[in-house]
């Protein structure tokens, strides 16, 4: 996801004298780096309504903003690499495991935490108890995962580790958000930086 902030400069300079044109740069600049900022403390803000349990810090945290300069008229607003779930939450798409998995790790029967995710080490640490719990298949005919052994009873089973990836809905407009908060305020936004900087040079 990318919200990107841009103008074209040549049609506004046109109708300006040049002390208003020196400034032009500046206070779209200025305008830019206001709305970029803005835009990403609003998807930090609104992330947590499309996130089961709201989203955890890393989440929030990897909503950025690139500055722009007076030189470089370019702003925008996106979502750190290293978030690659991020992606297919907002633009919906594949889902395939982690750089460190062969597949999916999804609940079945097993008590997820309150963002809706399997805890953290939950099946390393249930490998070692082996008169509880195994990793593979309970039957032919079931998923490969994580069981738990019962004395009386057919085992349970708590994770899936068969899939090699799902469909994800895109559930996190964020480009439409970043985009709707830039047309409401654009024009406001920098008629108050244009005047600020028109101002100083006055006086």
Same mark, same amino acid.
């Given at each position: /996801?990318?919200?990107?902030?841009?103008?074209?400069? &040549?049609?506004? !300079?046109?109708?300006?004298?040049?002390?208003?044109?020196?400034?032009?740069?500046?206070?779209? $600049?200025?305008?830019?780096?206001?709305?970029?900022?803005?835009?990403?403390?609003?998807?930090? !803000?609104?992330?947590? &309504?499309?996130?089961?349990?709201?989203?955890?810090?890393?989440?929030? $945290?990897?909503?950025?903003?690139?500055?722009? $300069?007076?030189?470089?008229?370019?702003?925008?607003?996106?979502?750190?690499?290293?978030?690659?779930? /991020?992606?297919? /939450?907002?633009?919906?798409?594949?889902?395939?495991?982690? &750089?460190?998995?062969k597949a999916l790790i999804q609940p079945a029967a097993f008590k997820v935490n309150k963002f809706g995710n399997i805890p953290r080490n939950a099946i390393n640490n249930r490998k070692g108890k082996s008169d509880i719990y195994f990793i593979g298949k309970a039957s032919k005919s079931r998923p490969y995962g994580l069981y738990r052994r019962y004395k009386k009873k057919a085992p349970k089973l708590m994770i899936i580790m068969q899939n090699k990836s799902r469909q994800q809905k895109a559930l996190f407009p964020a480009t439409r958000i970043g985009i709707g908060y830039v047309k409401r305020h654009y024009r406001a936004e920098f008629n108050r930086q244009f005047q600020k900087a028109y101002n100083s040079m006055k006086k």
């Open positions: /996801m990318k919200t990107q902030l841009k103008f074209d400069q &040549k049609a506004l !300079k046109r109708k300006m004298d040049d002390l208003s044109k020196n400034q032009v740069p500046y206070a779209l $600049s200025r305008t830019f780096n206001t709305l970029a900022y803005q835009v990403q403390q609003r998807l930090r !803000k609104n992330v947590d &309504k499309y996130f089961d349990g709201g989203a955890v810090k890393f989440t929030k $945290s990897g909503i950025v903003f690139s500055q722009s $300069s007076k030189n470089f008229l370019f702003a925008s607003v996106y979502v750190e690499g290293n978030r690659p779930y /991020m992606k297919t /939450m907002i633009k919906g798409g594949t889902v395939k495991p982690l &750089k460190d998995n």
